[in-house]
């Protein structure tokens, strides 16, 4: 009785061994395949013309009427804006929690006012800090009082 109890734990052990190494091969094909299609998308040539729905339904359906009697128009989008556009790095965010005073959800309320960066931090007016303790920080005083300005300009010289 002891002898078939290992047995089958063995032969669920090597079955589990397999499935898993059958998800890393998928796994890692789908990443392959979805690198694959971003350098086709990067490598696509943007300077071809589009065509219009007339168009392309006659080269799919030769000899059938125009759907509709639309002038023919084609859009000619430029490489280089189309390159530009995927090629644009992620704004910068700073960990805003390294300042005094700030914890993670006044970062994300930072953040989602569009502070994101010890730079903007560092270049607020009085104006904006008003602004941000009556909207965001919802603490009159404590940008000041917490110098959030001074540790920031320290901060960035890190």
Do not use: C
């Not at 078939?4 to 395949?33: C, G, P, V, W």
């Not at 303790?133 to 300005?149: L, M, N, S």
Request: no cysteine; aromatic share 6%; charged share 25%.
């Amino acid at each position: 009785m002891y002898q078939m109890d290992t047995s089958l734990a063995m032969y669920t052990l090597k079955q589990a061994e397999t499935m898993l190494a059958q998800q890393h091969r998928f796994f890692n094909q789908m990443i392959d395949d979805s690198l694959a299609l971003n350098r086709a998308m990067m490598d696509f040539d943007f300077s071809m013309d589009v065509l219009s729905v007339d168009e392309a339904m006659e080269l799919m359906f030769p000899g059938v009427a125009p759907v509709s009697g639309a002038k023919k128009k084609s859009i000619k989008p430029t490489r280089a804006a189309a390159t530009k556009a995927i090629a644009q790095t992620p704004p910068r965010k700073d960990d805003l929690k390294l300042i005094s005073g700030v914890g993670p959800g006044l970062e994300k309320k930072l953040q989602d006012a569009g502070i994101t960066t010890y730079a903007q931090i560092a270049k607020l007016t009085a104006r904006e800090i008003t602004e941000l303790e009556t909207h965001v920080v919802k603490f009159a005083g404590r940008i000041t009082r917490d110098d959030w300005i001074g540790q920031a300009k320290q901060l960035m010289n890190k």
